[in-house]
């Protein structure tokens, strides 16, 4: 088989072969697929000779198109009988394939423009370690572009941080663990700064809308929990009672016994809201006096406005309608910011793993200090009631008031009267 050479210099020959090379092929596949079609009318002798004077036709018409095209050693071995016209065919259409990726890397030499030696010359060294590489697969190698970062895009509901094109193949792609996960562009939205300026906040504004909420919920919790703790307690010269017999017992305590030291609820209540009252001042500074630095008169005006101090003039009523105020405040800032959060969770930070914020639920009844609850209905019927507590007294019953609901502790009160 004709060895074939691919230097710029043997071009304009080596063209011209595979030329005649296609020509001879052409013919050899047209008198290869001749074929002899028995006569069941002619003698078998006659068919016979009719069947070699046919063999001789290719032969000699293939010998002679192989000699045009100057492939002599063919024609030869054809000649001798070495190579019937079907296996010279075979050797010819492979020359003609030769020929044709010939022809297929000399338009890859000329797309070089000018560097096609030095090509060949790279080609030749890697196709020492890789004898299976082409040129063509070369020039596609040595021709691929970069891949392109496209941002960050939303796509099946999730934010997909960076988005990559291939120009090589025109596909968009994520890398999953690694691999290339196909994206359908025309499913998917660009994230960009504008769209952070306009409808979204960006991160640092996320996060600190995140911490302002969980600090008001912290907020409605104290103020609700100082409720329940304002609503265990009594009022006017009970209270001062309470205050003075609490001090007393811690006074004795070590000394006298149990009966005599242990706290009732009341008592308790009372000493608790104290402490209570003070957080809820750092708290509800800024809501009442703004910023900078507080000053005692300062304190006074947050105390009259949480609805005075923990002492014997404090009133329940005005506690409820002050405390009650600022909560429904908090609670409507509260509402405010959940919306714009959770709007912001479902425009982009829920494909970061972000959860929307639930709902502040409360008890009604801790706004009603005086009178029926509000809300809430008793655990127990009234026998339960009445009976839960008809052997008890002293101190066994202060601890038993303890763990009543507010609802069982108000219905037990009015049966009482």
């Known amino acids: 088989m004709q060895n074939l050479s691919f230097s710029p210099e043997d071009l304009a020959g080596q063209e011209r072969k595979a030329k005649r090379q296609d020509q001879a092929a052409a013919f050899a596949s047209w008198l290869n697929s001749m074929s002899i079609r028995p006569d069941p009318n002619l003698p078998a002798q006659l068919q016979a000779a009719r069947a070699s004077r046919v063999e001789d036709l290719r032969k000699n018409r293939t010998v002679n ?3 045009q095209a ?5 024609a030869n071995a054809v000649k001798t009988g070495a190579l019937d016209g079907k296996a010279a ?6 020359m003609a394939r030769d020929e044709r990726q010939f022809e297929r890397q000399k338009e890859l030499l000329q797309l070089t423009k000018g560097s096609d030696t030095t090509d060949l010359k790279n080609f030749n060294e890697l196709k020492k370690t890789n004898p299976n590489l082409t040129f063509e697969e070369y020039m596609k190698g040595k021709n691929r572009k970069p891949l392109q970062s496209k941002g960050t895009y ?18 968009y792609f994520e890398y ?24 979204i906040p960006n991160y640092s504004d996320f996060v600190k809308l995140t911490d302002e909420l969980r600090e008001d919920r912290t907020s409605m919790d104290r103020l609700q929990n100082y409720m329940k703790t304002i609503g265990n307690t009594n009022e006017g010269f009970q209270r001062l009672g309470d205050q003075m017999t ?7 305590s070590g000394i006298a016994g149990d009966n005599w030291t242990t706290l009732s609820k009341e008592e308790l209540s009372a000493a608790v809201a104290k402490g209570q009252l003070q957080g809820l001042i750092g708290r509800f500074r800024i809501e009442t006096v703004g910023g900078g630095v507080m000053t005692e008169q300062d304190a006074l005006r947050i105390i009259a406005n949480l609805g005075g101090d923990v002492n014997a003039l404090q009133n329940k009523e005005i506690v409820t309608q002050q405390i009650e105020t600022l909560f429904r405040g908090k609670l409507k800032s509260f509402d405010g910011k959940r919306k714009r959060h959770d709007s912001a969770i479902d425009a982009l930070y829920g494909g970061m793993g972000f959860d929307k914020v639930n709902e502040y639920e409360f008890d009604e009844s801790v706004f009603n200090l005086k009178g029926e609850a509000k809300a809430g209905t008793p655990t127990m ?19 038993y008031l303890k763990t009543l609901s507010q609802a069982d502790l108000n219905r037990l009160l009015e049966l009482q009267e």
Do not use: C, H, W
């Open 154 to 171: 939303r796509y099946n509901n999730r934010v997909i941080g960076e988005v990559t094109f291939d120009p090589n193949t025109g596909e």
């Open 65 to 67: 198109m192989l000699e």
């Open 381 to 399: 019927s009234d026998q339960e009631l009445l009976t839960s507590v008809a052997n008890k007294s002293g101190q066994e019953l202060s601890n």
């Open 246 to 252: 609490a001090s007393l017992k811690t006074l004795l």
């Open 176 to 199: 999953v663990n690694g691999q290339r996960s196909p994206i359908d562009i025309s499913q998917a939205r660009p994230i960009t700064d504008a769209t952070f300026a306009k409808a």
């Open 89 to 94: 065919a075979s050797q010819m259409f492979q």
């Open 70 to 74: 100057g492939q002599t050693e063919l």
